[in-house]
């Protein structure tokens, strides 16, 4: 089969004939519907090898992945061939008390198991941008609900779950009245905009630097789309009658976003880092809105993407897709270091090219 694998380090991916799998037991066999391309595939190729794991290379990228079963070794999972599934990525140990709560994102021996362990699709084992995918283990199958397009679902495997869980955990501070901010309203953030509207009862403020971005915000439901410059702190405070923002989910994540973000913060608020930037703030005493909090998320619990897929299979969220065949993967990962993606770029291994360079 075609997989577009990481081959040498500080190289860029490179498409490569390899082996179709075969399910041992307790695996099952994947027909890659759709992989999803994220910018932190791009950390693997661009990072010194010094500051990564010490992956076994080659192995196949792609950690956003959904399918239709294709045959389930023994002890597999118990799911009918054809069954359009989405692929749960935040493996764990199973072992430690997180993982026993299914919060395999937050797995206390998540070092080793990614480091010296069996690693996670597309870190560390072979991944999803190939025709077919190997699940070694059957609960991190997440079967899709009856219409929902199975390559529109694949960024909802991380994009989807990792801003449904930042959001999911604070929906108590999201009663009427109030203000959740998303700053960054690309792939996660237009996602972010949606699942507010459809979870909470907050007013909903946008922000970016790209003008099309923030008319993308509003038609997905945003109350206001502001442009994140020097005169944004004004702009949320004049929307919230002077009170900031309760919520504020930063999905990029350098220095300037986080000041904006704690500009824009109500008392007692919260900051949720979404973003992977480099970024900081000072968290002292006369730096921030008293009572201010914060706190990283990554990824999502297994439950949260069964709950994530089921939203988006009554149409209350929607993943804006490019896609690209496996000959196209290349483009797809130039295009997303270029910043010319119009939606979150998917390669469907099974499908014809549909965007040209």
């Given at each position: ?18 082996p ?6 307790g ?16 950390y ?15 192995f196949?990228v ?29 493996w ?47 609960r ?58 459809a ?23 945003a ?7 020097e ?9 919230t ?17 986080l ?13 949720t880092?979404?973003?992977i ?40 969220i ?40």
């Amino acid at each position: 089969m075609l997989a577009y694998q990481f081959t040498t380090w500080e190289q860029d991916f490179e498409l490569q004939e390899v082996p179709t799998p075969e399910p041992g037991p307790g695996e099952t066999l994947i027909r890659v519907a759709g992989a999803g391309v994220c910018h932190s595939d791009l950390y693997l190729c661009d990072w010194p090898r010094s500051s990564l794991p010490s992956y076994e290379l080659p192995f196949t990228v792609g950690h956003e992945i959904t399918g239709w079963v294709e045959a389930s070794g023994r002890g597999g999972a118990d799911l009918p061939v054809g069954t359009p599934v989405a692929v749960y990525g935040a493996w764990g140990c199973n072992a430690c008390p997180q993982c026993a709560e299914q919060s395999e994102n937050y797995c206390e021996n998540a070092a080793a198991v990614v480091a010296s362990g069996p690693g996670r699709p597309g870190l560390g084992r072979d991944g999803g941008i190939g025709e077919f995918f190997l699940a070694p283990q059957s609960r991190h199958l997440v079967p899709l609900p009856a219409g929902l397009d199975p390559v529109e679902a694949a960024p909802l495997t991380d994009a989807g779950l990792t801003t449904y869980h930042a959001i999911k955990q604070q929906l108590d501070r999201l009663h009427p009245g109030t203000t959740a901010v998303v700053i960054g309203i690309g792939g996660l953030g237009s996602l972010a905009v949606q699942i507010l509207r459809a979870l909470s009862a907050a007013r909903v403020i946008a922000l970016d630097i790209a003008p099309d971005r923030l008319e993308a915000a509003r038609r997905q439901g945003a109350h206001h789309a502001v442009l994140a410059d020097e005169d944004a702190p004004g702009a949320i405070r004049e929307a919230t009658g002077g009170r900031g923002a309760e919520l504020i989910l930063d999905i990029v994540g350098t220095d300037d976003t986080l000041a904006l973000a704690a500009s824009a913060a109500a008392i007692r608020g919260h900051i949720t880092v979404v973003g992977i930037g480099p970024g900081s703030f000072p968290m002292g005493y006369v730096h921030v809105p008293r009572g201010l909090s914060a706190s990283t998320v990554f990824w999502g619990a297994i439950p949260d993407l069964a709950e994530v897929v089921a939203l988006a299979g009554t149409g209350a969220i929607k993943s804006d897709t490019e896609r690209f065949s496996m000959q196209q993967a290349p483009l797809a990962y130039r295009k997303l270091r270029e910043g010319t993606l119009k939606g979150r770029a998917v390669v469907v291994p099974h499908g014809a090219e549909v965007n040209l360079p």
